[in-house]
C-alpha cells in the first residue's frame, strides 16, 4: 500500500477551505492546508490603516438562526462559545429617495414595514416572506428554470417594491433580477438579509481566526505564503502536488477551495481533461467584480443611532440599469451602492458592483471615482463633510491579486438558472480530487462555503470510508 505524506490536502485557507480542514482533522486525518497569503480568510479577513480596522469583503455573517448552516457548523466544531457573535438590530436598511426600509431581527417587523409602506401589495407581501423563510424541495422544483424577476412577477405588481426587494440581491450577488436564479436569490436573501447581520466583537477575521485555531488543535498543519504550482496526475489520479517552494508533496485525497480556473487550467498539466476542462470553463461567465473603498472618520455620526449597520441606498427604481451601470463603469452615472457604516470604529466601507477591466484603466480612475461617490454619500447619506482620515482602495484588480479568483469575481460564476447542477460535471473529474468553495456550487457567502466544506469533507470522508 502506497504511503502518503497527507491523507488531504486543502488548496486555499478562505472558509471553505478552513472549515473542510476542521471537519477532516477532526475525523483524524492528516491534513495539509496550502494557503498562498499570509494570512488566511480570503475575502473573509481584515486589515489597519492608520490606526483603522476595516473588514475586507465581508460586512456582516448570516445564517446563524437555529438550523442555519454556519450556526450548525459552529455548534459540530464546538465553537458557539468561542466567537461572540453580536447582531445588529436593525441589520440592513434599503434607502430610496421615497422609501426606508428597515430589516430588523424580528423578521415579521420587517413584513410590517414592507406592509406599511405597500399596502395594496400587503397579502403578496406576507406570502414572499413566507416563501423565503420556509421554501423546500417542491419550490425548488416549482422554479428552478425561474429567474427571481419570475418570481417577483409571480407575486407582485408595484415596480419600487420589487426594486426595493431585489436591489440587495443584486449589490449581494452582482445580478439583476432577470438574470439571477430565483432559487439562489430566495437563499442570498434568507442567508444575508432576514437572518444577517451577526458580527464578531472585534472585526469579521475572528471568524477565520477561530477556525484556524481549531483546525490546528485538531492536529492540522498550515503552510501561509505557499503556492500549489502543478499537481502531477497518473491514471486520472492525482500523484503529486507541487508547490512553489519545490516542495513534493503526496495526499491520498486533494481538496481545492480555490478558483476552478486554477485548479484545472494551472495546476493541471499532463491530463486530456485539461483540455475538456478549458472548453467548459469557457462557457462558464464569472460574477462582476467589486470596487470597494473604505474610509476611517475623524468624528462620530450622531444622525446614526445604529452602532453597525449595511446601508443599501438607491436614487431609482431599475436595477436591471444598475446591472449595465455596473459594466458601463461610469461612476458619474451611478447612485446606488451599499455602505457598511460602523460608527463606533468611525469607519465605512463601500461597495459597488463593477466589472473587471484592466490594470491601466483602474490606476488611471480609482480616485476620482472613489472621490465622486464620497460626494454623494456626503449630499445624501451624511448629509455633512465626511472629514476623512484614511481612504484606501480595492480594485477588481486588488481582488485578483489577493485571491486569484477569475476576473476578481466576487461571487464566483454567475448564478444564472441554467447554472444550478452545472458544475457537476467537475466533481468526479479525477478520483481523488474534491472541490469546495463559491467556484464549486451555486452558494454565496460565508453561510454558502461553510456547508460546501462541511459537505466536502462529509464526501471524503465517505470515500476514504468506501476504500476500506
Not at 477556525?211 to 505564503?225: A, C, E, T
Not at 436595477?319 to 457598511?340: Q, R
Request: hydrophobic content about 40%.
Amino acid at each position: 500500500m502506497a504511503k502518503y505524506d497527507y491523507d488531504a490536502i486543502i488548496i486555499g485557507a478562505g472558509i471553505g477551505g478552513l472549515v473542510c480542514g476542521c471537519y477532516l482533522a477532526k475525523a483524524g486525518l492528516k491534513t495539509l492546508i496550502v494557503e498562498k497569503n499570509s494570512f488566511v480568510g480570503g475575502y473573509c479577513s481584515s486589515f489597519t490603516r492608520g490606526g483603522f480596522s476595516f473588514d475586507a469583503c465581508v460586512h456582516s455573517l448570516g445564517s446563524m438562526r437555529e438550523g442555519g448552516v454556519l450556526n450548525q457548523v459552529l455548534e459540530d466544531l464546538n465553537l458557539k462559545n468561542k466567537l461572540s457573535l453580536k447582531r445588529n438590530d436593525p441589520s440592513d436598511v434599503v434607502v430610496s429617495l421615497e422609501h426606508k426600509i428597515y430589516f430588523w431581527n424580528d423578521y415579521k417587523k420587517t413584513i410590517n414595514n414592507f406592509q406599511n409602506t405597500f399596502p395594496k401589495e400587503k397579502k403578496s407581501i406576507k406570502a414572499f416572506f413566507n416563501l423565503v423563510m420556509n421554501f423546500d424541495l417542491k419550490d425548488i422544483i416549482k422554479f428552478r428554470k425561474s429567474t427571481f424577476d419570475d418570481l417577483l412577477k409571480y407575486y407582485f405588481n408595484e415596480r419600487k417594491l420589487t426594486a426595493l426587494l431585489s436591489f440587495p440581491i443584486f449589490i449581494n450577488s452582482g445580478l439583476p433580477p432577470s438574470r439571477i436564479s430565483s432559487i439562489i436569490a430566495l437563499t442570498v436573501f434568507r442567508e444575508f438579509i432576514i437572518d444577517g447581520g451577526y458580527y464578531p466583537a472585534h472585526n469579521i477575521q475572528e471568524l477565520a481566526s477561530v477556525f484556524l485555531k481549531k483546525f490546528k488543535d485538531f492536529g492540522g498543519r498550515i503552510y501561509l505564503s505557499t503556492q500549489v504550482k502543478n499537481f502531477i496526475i497518473k491514471d486520472e489520479v492525482i500523484q503529486e502536488v507541487h508547490l512553489d517552494n519545490k516542495s513534493f508533496l503526496t495526499s491520498k485525497f486533494v481538496v481545492s477551495a480555490v478558483d476552478m480556473k486554477q485548479t484545472f487550467v494551472d495546476f493541471v498539466k499532463n491530463s486530456k481533461k485539461r483540455f475538456l476542462a478549458k472548453n467548459i470553463l469557457k462557457k462558464l461567465k464569472p460574477s462582476l467584480s467589486m470596487f470597494v473603498f473604505y474610509l476611517g472618520f475623524k468624528n462620530y455620526f450622531s444622525e446614526f443611532k445604529h452602532q453597525n449597520l449595511n446601508i443599501y441606498y438607491l436614487e431609482h427604481f431599475n436595477v436591471e440599469k444598475m446591472y449595465y451601470e455596473a459594466i458601463e463603469g461610469d461612476f458619474s452615472k451611478i447612485n446606488w451602492f451599499l455602505l457598511h457604516l460602523n460608527n463606533k470604529k468611525r469607519t465605512m466601507a463601500v461597495f459597488i458592483n463593477s466589472l473587471f477591466k484592466n490594470k491601466s484603466f483602474w490606476h488611471k480612475y480609482r480616485n476620482n471615482y472613489s472621490d465622486i461617490i464620497i460626494k454623494k454619500i456626503e449630499k445624501k447619506i451624511i448629509k455633512s463633510s465626511l472629514n476623512i482620515e484614511v481612504k484606501e482602495i480595492c480594485t477588481p484588480i486588488t481582488l485578483f491579486r489577493e485571491t486569484l479568483n477569475f476576473q476578481g469575481a466576487a461571487y464566483g460564476w454567475s448564478s444564472v438558472p441554467s447554472r444550478l447542477g452545472s458544475l457537476t460535471k467537475f466533481q468526479s473529474a479525477f478520483d481523488n480530487l474534491f472541490l469546495t468553495g463559491h467556484w464549486s456550487s451555486a452558494f454565496y457567502g460565508v453561510p454558502g462555503v461553510a456547508f460546501l466544506g462541511r459537505d466536502t469533507a462529509k464526501k471524503v470522508l465517505n470515500k476514504l470510508e468506501g476504500l476500506k
